[in-house]
């Protein structure tokens, strides 16, 4: 097989900034994303995922290296200091490196 | 009827016993828990009833009726922030943009409280205008957009005032999901009148106060876990989120009367002023205002505020309604 | 009654006022969302509610009354591909399984535009066969097979029409939920009969109308967020989508009165024969003819027909009933 | 009313026709699901409308009526796993945590049985004690803390019988979203009394019964998915899942007669007694004996006793019952 | 503690994919999975999870690197062309590697 | 960008089990957690989500190394004798590495 290494950023943040950050998701070069809602416990306490307005959601994607630096570095600058959230990056490998 | 039995007749209903059995089960850790989409979906029909409902009551007055007693009420809603907004800032020692945040919050209104006074006026065969919904609906939006430019304003940390923040926040005041619903059902009723409403009464209608009593017990969980933030927001604005809507209640109804309402619409002016947004404003806030700090205007609103409605503030207002217009 | 007025009491009905709500709040972008489960909720409880009404209708008409027009129905839902596809493939220059595939969703049917047909004749108090529920049921399969072995004979890329196929493709025909659901409601309502309704009645007669209602605001939203894929597809597709069920229409209705329907039952064939599937055809033709591109038959059954068949195609239809039947 | 005749007006309602349903959806593998919040949210409601209800009825009849044939209850599951952990310890060859484990599940309560037998009950024009619920309220957990002990005495790799694992079963057993519910309902409907009833009716009554029919079908899809575990049972479970429910049956319609109950009443406490819990028991055994094997215990209430009930059980109690008091 | 390296696929694939995915995961040799509804947006548009039928799932398979090897294989050449979907590899480690 | 490396701590298991392995995740030294129902398939057959008790729930956790041992050891002593459930640990870069 031939894999091709990419990066994964995973986000969980309240639902709030969804908008928000699905928008930078495609400034920033992403071609795609997946959402789903989360329960989460954290620095801003319980969130228990049972008002469509106060839960989590996680958002995942896979970007080439240099869209993920984008990412963190907007995340960083624009985001952490303004919503409750975590991102961190992994390493993947996919089949179609052309899509993402 | 007077204040005593008011209340009691209150505190019985099957709507607030449920609401008192989710603050208990919040309170004893039960593990009993609504799935998410059974909040949606309870506030989607109630939303989509009590807005349908209205604009049937639009569509049988005349629009005629309706204009005066809803400029009062964004007036009303508008104004509100002028003054908490001051009281909050130098009163409660709370920065420019927790100020402005928490008067955006009490300025904006909470359908729930609306709905539940609704029912209320309903148990005490107290006849008030359907069409009150038509306040609700523009009730919502004006304290957001007043709140927001105060924070604005207030703050520079926070950002110039510039087109672009105003621009989404008037976008997510006015086509925000609950405020869309609410305001479409009430334009769908308009339409409709009389004959459209025999088609959908017995869903729309007919259970509604058995739906309300069964999502107030979710509210009772949802507000129950915010009960433990109560110590974190500090005793002025624990006593801020009981008095002012005392006083916005005896305005509101005050108003009313002014507006040429009944009784029953005054109660419900009453009840609009005084109750305080935990969706529409935080959600907007929260886009506007991130630094803004939501321990503070969730707790208010939503552990304090709403609970004290829905117990005690709405038979309150309606006896201050009474002695009005007695 | 004539066509006008036909129209209008459709379009100011609350559930063809909501399903025009939905569609203006995809097209306004607003954040309104049903959760998931709320739509897969009623889906289920619209399926069963009808499905049970028709079986105890069947229950009281007998078997007798219902096997001639639903074998016109199964008849004519296997032979709309006929003319459908050649017309697509050498009129609309698609290809062979585009072609197909759009096909088998005209033949087939949607359920939801049988409810709101029903819902339509029931406030312009036409009476209809309620056994019409079986011609539903029947009309969903016939042309989803016959689509797929087009298909497959259509075209060599496709892979050969291998017996695996063909019985994964009645299978899910035949099982799918939506389906089983109405066929297993049917049976259930057929066994109990008049006196099982009196218990259920009030959950799955006297309300239908109201969830309908909501329902269709559901659906507003999901055919708006279509609309957007209407440049995508081009003028023939975007004619086919309305010319096609009027003739469809037409011929339904002529056929339910060969069959010997009252003027109630023959709009409600017209109807079938008009309307196209957007959930079971997508399912099958996904898993048999995965080549098929969905924006074409998507776009043409859920965001044309649909939003047609709705707001102008069912009021039409019936008058197409009116005339023939005087 | 005879037995055949009993059977067969059970076995031809909606509800178990639809159960029946749902079985068969689960044998033929069809693709129908149910969202998991619906399945919740039918819980919510069928527990709070018959908790609601049942607290109505003890309002108007008064405690005095209702302790005592509640200690009959609850003694009756205190003492179930006393004679059936040793029948299944020695007759059965379970190990002592699987046999305390069943035994725990026998001793509790199926609320979903109890209310398809009130529902029966009102099919067959039987009047009963409505205050009946409160027996469902007081029954759910005894057995279970009387298991738990069992398997701990019984069992030393299972670790000992420490404070900790009793409080924690403890508040399991008693603060377990079904029974807070349930309870809360009780004590809700206690205060409210007939005035509140008045108000939601028309959402907790009225709907009710189709309600349950569509619950019903949801619960044979899950009882069937289990059905395939019944060949890793064995035949001594097999014939404990259907023979222990008759004995039980028949002890609880007794014991309710002894304890001054009506016909219904008495029918209603063969039935609790009979039934097997399967959320509540497993919930509380999986954290105090998790070296118990569920497919013992979760096949055995199921996708045994659970079909059993619903379908001839029932009926069967009811007949008993007729004898008894004939 | 006794790490052992494992291959963690995940698929992301419009949900009338779903039986045939699960099918071939086991097939393929997986002793188990794990699914859920997701919303998305990629190459085929938005897929906004308010319809069961028109949404996406999430499927994630611990299984050994042959395995993994064997799955994207099948991915490749079987499921891409078809479905609307993505689907990358990661390295996990597991305790119990006899389970996977 | 100043990534930091940390484990993402996967684990899949029965919803009985959620309160005790949040519980532990708290007195292991983790700082938050996020969580989601999920459907499954393994060894104890499948979980098919339509009853919140018979479902499984993913739980994800984000901790510096020692934490993450600390937490395997745990769940291979306390939690995989007792419950269905599966766990695995990946490598994740993070940007704040104090909130974890
Ligand atoms: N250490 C962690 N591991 C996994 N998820 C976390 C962690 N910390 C926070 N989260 C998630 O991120 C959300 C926001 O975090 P916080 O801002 O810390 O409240 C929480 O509600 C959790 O869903
Ligand atoms: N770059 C990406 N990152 C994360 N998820 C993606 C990405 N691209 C596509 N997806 C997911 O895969 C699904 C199908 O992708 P597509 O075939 O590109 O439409 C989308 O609906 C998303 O859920
Ligand atoms: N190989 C695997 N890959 C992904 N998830 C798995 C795997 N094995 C088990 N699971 C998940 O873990 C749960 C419990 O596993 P088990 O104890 O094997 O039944 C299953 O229901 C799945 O959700
Ligand atoms: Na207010
Ligand atoms: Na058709
Ligand atoms: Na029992």
Partial sequence: ?100 | MDLLHALSSNLLSPAVLFFALGLIAALTKSDLKFPESLYASLTIYLLVAIGFKGGVAINEAGLGKVWLPALAAITLGALIPLWTYPLLRFGGKFTAVDASAIAAHYGSVSAVTFIAATNYLKAVNQPYESYATAFLAVMESPAILVGVVLGKLGSKRNGPLDLATLKSTVHEALFGRSIFLLVGALVVGALCGKAGMDKVESFFVTPFQGVLALFLLEMGLVAGRRLEDLRKVGPFLLAFGVVMPLLHGALGVYLGRLAGLELGGATLLGVLSASASYIAAPAAIRMSLPEANPTYYLTASLAITFPFNITVGIPIYFAMAGWLYS
């Fill in chain 1, 1 to 100: 097989m031939n894999h091709h290494p990419m990066k994964l950023v995973t986000i969980v943040c309240e639902s709030h900034a969804r908008e928000a950050v699905t928008k930078m998701l495609r400034e920033a070069g992403a071609h795609g994303w997946t959402l789903f809602p989360v329960e989460g416990d954290g620095a801003h306490g319980r969130r228990p995922a049972d008002i469509p307005e106060y839960t989590n959601v996680q958002v995942e994607v896979i970007v080439p290296p240099e869209v993920s630096n984008t990412l963190f570095e907007r995340l960083g600058r624009e985001f952490f200091p303004r919503y409750a959230m975590i991102a961190f990056e992994s390493d993947v490998r996919v089949l179609r490196p052309g899509k993402f």
